[in-house]
Each structure stands twice: as structure tokens, then as C-alpha cells.
């Protein structure tokens, strides 16, 4: 039998299929748990996130329209604000996560089980690693903690000219290795 | 080619993908965007970035308690997990022997506080009962005193009032007095010739065989005719209400 694609799950989900939902767990909640884990840096709190994540999935299935996107993206964004709002609530900026080495874990993951958005995704992941450190640290802590550019410059204790000038400097980086090369 | 005027708008667009421009420029930047295709297609570009940003991360699996405990959150409507380690690390260790050391702290000074209260009242009792002895040895001294042995309504109770009848005072000694729970105490009358009751005081039953009493009045015990002691609800009563002890007729 066919496996359910994503949005046919979520439509179950909206319906309370409580099978449903767990298949969608456990489709995603490696990635979510990664995302999370990234933003906060501490295990418990990532935990926490990844499960208010998946409850926000349980109570807004409704609200997800295909038209406009994949599954993934929608889940992912509403784990990033989830995880984005927690770091606020605790009132500090905790490190980039110190679980493990990413590119260990990504050295397990199969081609035959990847896909091919993965495998995009993977080589956009990879485009982050090849940039400068300094350019690497501003992508870390502007997407994944949430800080401006002159919060940033002051936790850095930097001109707030070189943060933009770096990030600049990143973004136009990656849309040209990745994006551009992706496209072809 | 971007028109000259994009530039400073081009340079904010890869912060402003990310969400990390500052206040200041961000409503600048979105006006301009409201009229300008080149930089939205660029910005377009950006955010893709930013979308795959959110999946380029390596995957990591979530302990698998978290699948377990789900579905109990989704029949419980709970948004939130509080586990023990949890807790720990939002009230270190360090808190919790505080709070708990607090809490010691408050249950002793409470403990103390009543034992002080308690120790008070212990003090009055003995300070009445003394007084009331002193009283007892000086009219024992005083040639107009006489004494007047008491009528028991009770088995084994003995003992006597020594009254000056011109004096606004008399001392009850009594042996064998049976104690009272916490609920009653003894009420002491004095009686005038038209049969009304005057309360003048309490009795403290003492520790040992004799108890002491201090009979007050506010006019000289000529005045009555006879002095009673009952049994009240504790703290005492307008009138006489409850088993009689003892009368004494003077």
C-alpha cells in the first residue's frame, strides 16, 4: 500500500487521528528536535520545544494549506518560532548545540535513504560549513538565535559595519554556491 | 541591473531574510519593497535561503520518551511536560536546600513561638497562684481575718476561705480540687442578701494537692453573704450556670 504523503496525514490530523499524528512524528521529529536543538543548546529545553511543536501540529492541522507549501517547511517554522520564543523566555543566549559533531551524524545518513530534497538540503548544510567561521558564526547566531545585527555586533563586540558587511558577505555566498548551483 | 537607489535597500536584504535587521531600517526596507520588483526578486532568493536553513540541519533523534508521553498530552491537553529533570534545572539543587532550609527555619520559629505562649501562660498561672498565696499568708497574720471552712458538693475536696469582712478581698485554700479539661474552669460567686451572683474570679487547680485562690471584690466581702464556686465553660459566665463545687456561708 502506498504510504500517506504528508498533507494527507495532516488532514487525518485535523481530523484527530491520533495514528496519524505519530506518523507525522515520526517523520519529522528528527528534524524538528535538530532545529530546536540548534536554537537552544540544551537538551531538555530542546525537548520540550520538539513536544510543544508537535502539540501546536495536533491543534492547528487545520491551518496548514498545501497550496502554499510543504508539510515540513510549515512545521519547521512554527519549531523555529517555538524554540526562538523559549530562548527569549529563558532570558539568555545559550551556545550552538554541543551534542555531537553534525557532520558525524550526517556521515550515517545513506544516499539510498536520502532523498532528493535532502540531498538538497544536505548540500546547503554543507555550503554553510564551507563559509569563513566569522561568517558562519553571524548565520548561527542571526537565524537560529534570533539576534539582530546590532545585538549581534555587541555580543561580539564588533562594529555593527563588519557584522553587516560579513553577513552580507555569507548570504551572497550561499545563493551563489547553493541557490544558484541547486537551480541549474 | 539594480538602479542606483536599491543599493542601501540590496545591502539589508540578506539580514532582513534572516530576521536580523534592526527596527530602524526594517520600515524603510519594507516600503521600498512595496515598489520595487528587482530587490523582491532578490529578496525572494534570500528566503529560500532562509526556508532552507531550517532544513539543513542534521537530523537528531528525540529520546524516545517524548514519542511515548505524546499521545498523553494530546488526551490530557497539556502543552507542557514538567519531568523531574527537568525541574532540577529550572530549580537547581542549590534552590531546593534553600527553600528547604527556609522552610525548616519558618516550622522552628512557629514551633517557638508557641512554645513562648505557651511558657507566658504557664508564667501568669504561677504568678496568680503566688500572689494569691502571699495574700493567704498575710491575712493568716492579720488579727480581724477569720476562717470559714468550706461545704463540698464534691467527694475528697476539702478546705477553707479566710476573709476580713472589711476588706475587697478573701483567699480560698483548697485540698483535693479535681482538675478540668481545656473546655471548663472554675467560676467563683460571691453572694449578696438579695441572692445575686457576683462572679470574683477563677480558680487555677494546681499541680499537687492544694490549690490556692484569690477571691476579688470591689466592695468589702461584709457586703455578701455567702461564696460559691461552680463549674463554666471555659473563659467564664454572666451568672451561674453550671455544677456547684462548693459554698461557703459567711
Same mark, same amino acid.
Given at each position: 500500500?502506498?504510504?500517506?504523503?504528508?498533507?494527507?496525514?495532516?488532514?487525518?490530523?485535523?481530523?484527530?487521528?491520533?495514528?496519524?499524528?505519530? /506518523?507525522?512524528?515520526?517523520?519529522?521529529? #528528527?528534524?524538528?528536535?535538530?532545529?530546536?536543538m540548534?536554537?537552544l543548546g540544551d537538551a531538555m529545553l530542546a525537548e520540550e520545544a520538539?513536544q510543544?511543536?508537535?502539540? $501546536?501540529?495536533?491543534?492547528?492541522?487545520?491551518?496548514?494549506?498545501?497550496?502554499?507549501?510543504?508539510?515540513?517547511?510549515?512545521?519547521?517554522?512554527?519549531?523555529?518560532?517555538?524554540?526562538?520564543?523559549r530562548l527569549?523566555l529563558e532570558s539568555r543566549r545559550l551556545p550552538?548545540s554541543n551534542a555531537?559533531?553534525?557532520?558525524?551524524?550526517?556521515?550515517?545518513?545513506?544516499?539510498?535513504?536520502?532523498?532528493? #530534497?535532502?540531498?538538497?538540503?544536505?548540500?546547503?548544510?554543507? /555550503?554553510?560549513?564551507?563559509?569563513?567561521?566569522?561568517?558562519?558564526?553571524?548565520?548561527?547566531?542571526?537565524?537560529?538565535?534570533?539576534? #539582530?545585527?546590532?545585538?549581534?555586533?555587541?555580543?561580539?563586540?564588533?562594529?555593527?559595519?563588519?557584522?553587516?558587511?560579513?553577513?552580507?558577505? /555569507?548570504?551572497? #555566498?550561499?545563493?551563489?554556491?547553493?541557490?544558484?548551483?541547486?537551480? $541549474? | =541591473?539594480?538602479?542606483?537607489?536599491?543599493?542601501?535597500?540590496?545591502?539589508?536584504? !540578506?539580514?532582513?531574510?534572516?530576521?536580523?535587521?534592526?527596527?530602524?531600517?526594517?520600515?524603510?526596507?519594507?516600503?521600498?519593497?512595496?515598489?520595487?520588483?528587482?530587490?523582491?526578486?532578490?529578496?525572494?532568493?534570500?528566503?529560500?535561503?532562509?526556508?532552507?536553513?531550517?532544513?539543513?540541519?542534521?537530523? *537528531?533523534?528525540?529520546p524516545?520518551r517524548l514519542?511515548?508521553t505524546?499521545?498523553?498530552?494530546?488526551?490530557?491537553?497539556?502543552?507542557r511536560t514538567v519531568n523531574l529533570p527537568q525541574l532540577f534545572k529550572r530549580f537547581p539543587l542549590g534552590r531546593f536546600v534553600n527553600a528547604a532550609l527556609m522552610s525548616i527555619l519558618v516550622v522552628s520559629n512557629?514551633?517557638?513561638?508557641? %512554645?513562648?505562649?505557651?511558657?507566658?501562660?504557664?508564667?501568669? +498561672?504561677?504568678?496568680?497562684?503566688?500572689?494569691?498565696?502571699?495574700?493567704?499568708?498575710? =491575712?493568716?497574720?492579720?488579727?480581724?481575718? *477569720?476562717?470559714?471552712?468550706?461545704?463540698?458538693?464534691?467527694?475528697?475536696?476539702?478546705?477553707?476561705?479566710?476573709?476580713?469582712?472589711?476588706?475587697? =478581698?478573701?483567699?480560698?485554700?483548697?485540698?483535693?480540687?479535681?482538675?478540668?479539661?481545656?473546655? %471548663?474552669?472554675? *467560676?467563683?460567686?460571691?453572694?449578696?442578701?438579695?441572692?445575686?451572683?457576683?462572679?470574683?474570679?477563677?480558680?487555677? !487547680?494546681?499541680?499537687?494537692?492544694?490549690?490556692? +485562690?484569690?477571691?476579688?471584690?470591689?466592695?468589702?466581702?461584709?457586703?455578701?453573704?455567702?461564696?460559691?464556686?461552680?463549674?463554666?465553660?471555659?473563659?467564664?459566665?454572666?451568672?451561674?450556670?453550671?455544677?456547684?463545687?462548693?459554698?461557703?456561708?459567711?
Amino acid at each position: 500500500m502506498k504510504p500517506s504523503t504528508d498533507s494527507e496525514l495532516a488532514q487525518q490530523v485535523a481530523a484527530r487521528d491520533e495514528h496519524a499524528f505519530l /506518523a507525522l512524528y515520526d517523520r519529522f521529529a #528528527s528534524r524538528v528536535y535538530a532545529l530546536t536543538m540548534r536554537v537552544l543548546g540544551d537538551a531538555m529545553l530542546a525537548e520540550e520545544a520538539t513536544q510543544d511543536t508537535f502539540l $501546536k501540529l495536533w491543534s492547528r492541522a487545520r491551518q496548514f494549506i498545501p497550496s502554499q507549501g510543504e508539510l515540513s517547511s510549515w512545521l519547521l517554522t512554527i519549531a523555529h518560532h517555538t524554540a526562538q520564543d523559549r530562548l527569549r523566555l529563558e532570558s539568555r543566549r545559550l551556545p550552538a548545540s554541543n551534542a555531537r559533531d553534525p557532520e558525524e551524524t550526517w556521515r550515517v545518513v545513506t544516499d539510498e535513504a536520502t532523498s532528493g #530534497s535532502e540531498a538538497r538540503w544536505r548540500s546547503l548544510y554543507f /555550503a554553510v560549513q564551507s563559509l569563513p567561521l566569522e561568517q558562519r558564526q553571524l548565520i548561527d547566531l542571526a537565524y537560529y538565535k534570533g539576534m #539582530s545585527q546590532s545585538e549581534i555586533a555587541e555580543v561580539l563586540n564588533l562594529p555593527l559595519g563588519t557584522v553587516k558587511t560579513r553577513l552580507r558577505a /555569507a548570504m551572497q #555566498s550561499l545563493r551563489r554556491e547553493w541557490l544558484d548551483e541547486t537551480e $541549474k | =541591473m539594480l538602479r542606483e537607489h536599491c543599493k542601501p535597500y540590496q545591502e539589508n536584504l !540578506p539580514a532582513y531574510s534572516l530576521s536580523a535587521l534592526d527596527a530602524d531600517e526594517l520600515v524603510a526596507l519594507e516600503v521600498h519593497l512595496q515598489t520595487c520588483e528587482e530587490c523582491k526578486t532578490e529578496l525572494a532568493d534570500y528566503q529560500t535561503i532562509g526556508t532552507g536553513l531550517l532544513h539543513a540541519l542534521p537530523p *537528531q533523534i528525540p529520546p524516545a520518551r517524548l514519542r511515548r508521553t505524546l499521545p498523553v498530552r494530546l488526551a490530557s491537553g497539556s502543552n507542557r511536560t514538567v519531568n523531574l529533570p527537568q525541574l532540577f534545572k529550572r530549580f537547581p539543587l542549590g534552590r531546593f536546600v534553600n527553600a528547604a532550609l527556609m522552610s525548616i527555619l519558618v516550622v522552628s520559629n512557629i514551633f517557638a513561638i508557641l %512554645q513562648i505562649r505557651e511558657l507566658r501562660q504557664e508564667q501568669a +498561672a504561677l504568678t496568680e497562684r503566688l500572689s494569691a498565696e502571699r495574700a493567704a499568708i498575710g =491575712m493568716l497574720a492579720y488579727p480581724n481575718t *477569720q476562717i470559714h471552712m468550706i461545704v463540698p458538693d464534691v467527694q475528697n475536696l476539702t478546705g477553707s476561705v479566710l476573709v476580713d469582712k472589711d476588706r475587697p =478581698m478573701a483567699v480560698l485554700l483548697l485540698w483535693n480540687l479535681p482538675r478540668l479539661d481545656a473546655t %471548663q474552669s472554675y *467560676q467563683i460567686w460571691l453572694v449578696n442578701a438579695r441572692g445575686d451572683r457576683i462572679s470574683a474570679g477563677f480558680i487555677l !487547680p494546681a499541680d499537687g494537692e492544694f490549690t490556692t +485562690a484569690l477571691v476579688q471584690s470591689a466592695v468589702p466581702l461584709g457586703e455578701f453573704i455567702a461564696i460559691g464556686v461552680t463549674v463554666e465553660p471555659a473563659g467564664g459566665s454572666e451568672q451561674p450556670t453550671g455544677e456547684r463545687l462548693l459554698v461557703v456561708e459567711l
